[in-house]
């Protein structure tokens, strides 16, 4: 398996225009370019891949998103379709444990705790950020990884504190400044190397 | 120089609603997407890359579309602002030689042996196939590239048989089939890593 967890910093917590994914609602064009890339191949969907999002916007934080690739359906790799897939999982009344939205897509009361406690036990958490080491080095030695990335704000201080007690490394995959759905993207192509 | 030249078996040729990107404008999230994938970097713009697309979809091919990022200003990664930005030049009345729409953005009539003939003066012509050779074989000699890609679809045989006059060499980026942005985005990493 591989998991990915996106951090979207302002991305909002409740129904928004799909006219404005990049603002009004929160830069949630690109939390639905994370997903598009970590699910998408062409005319197919990874199966063994499951993305989380930490959805930390206004009025209603902190909601999480799951969306496993195994069970996915009716899903377009063009931002406006995950927008709309987002849009129904956050009219739905959330508590603790994750309620189904649509095939495939899950929603519920988390903070970025919560979600590392969960995951960390089915996966081994791998923090992306600039100053690691290559993942040229280490990528077929992950096992059952799951990427940690934030938006384009990165993660703020205390969460990065937060990840770092739950990462088993930090890489890097670039020296460049890359966008989180570049990233994603790279984190793949090394893997599928392997 | 970097260059890209993607070709949009279906993207329409006037202008289209940004509410379906993915269906009546014929795939035009694929070519948002490329567009973006090529230019962005966090936070920035790619300045030594130019972006073509050529246009074959109804109701008025070919057209083809220039996008300098040394020159490009008021572009975010979003496919609906890139989507606006093409429509904005789909609305300008063409000939045969490039005419500016908004900053970095050109629009022209040209097919494909028009793009070629003027792209090979200037770039050498790389032809991105599953079959190619390992594109981490070759990535660091390749001089002035202008990687070739199709969208969904892929190329037509008749535009392959074109492609392939031109193109210096066949380079594969995964023995996936991937799409054509990620494509682009793994283009770039390699390259950068030389």
Redesign the interface.
């Known amino acids: 398996m591989r998991g990915f967890l996106i951090v979207g910093n302002k991305a909002v917590t409740k129904p928004f225009s799909?006219?404005d994914?990049?603002g009004s609602a929160g830069r949630m064009?690109i939390i639905c370019?994370c997903i598009a890339?970590a699910l998408?191949?062409?005319?197919?969907i990874r199966r063994d891949v499951e993305v989380y999002v930490l959805l930390l916007g206004e009025p209603d934080p902190p909601k999480a998103l799951k969306i496993v690739g195994s069970e996915v359906r009716y899903m377009?790799?063009?931002?406006?379709?995950i927008g709309g897939i987002i849009r129904k999982a956050l009219s739905l009344k959330v508590d603790y444990s994750w309620k189904r939205s649509t095939p495939g897509v899950y929603i519920a009361r988390k903070n970025l705790i919560d979600l590392l406690e969960e995951l960390s036990k089915k996966y081994n958490v791998v923090y992306l950020r600039e100053d690691g080491v290559d993942i040229r080095d280490v990528a077929c030695r992950l096992e059952n990884p799951l990427f940690v990335l934030g938006d384009?704000i990165g993660l703020r201080e205390e969460d990065e504190k937060t990840v770092m007690k739950y990462a088993k490394i930090v890489v890097s995959?670039?020296?460049?400044?890359?966008?989180a759905d570049?990233c994603i993207?790279?984190v793949?192509?090394e893997l599928?190397r392997c």
């Not at 995959?173 to 966008?179: A, M, P, T």
């Open positions: 799909l006219k994914l990049a064009d370019r890339q998408f191949i062409s005319h197919g377009a790799p063009d931002e406006r379709n384009h995959v670039s020296k460049l400044s890359l966008q570049q993207v790279i793949h192509y599928d």
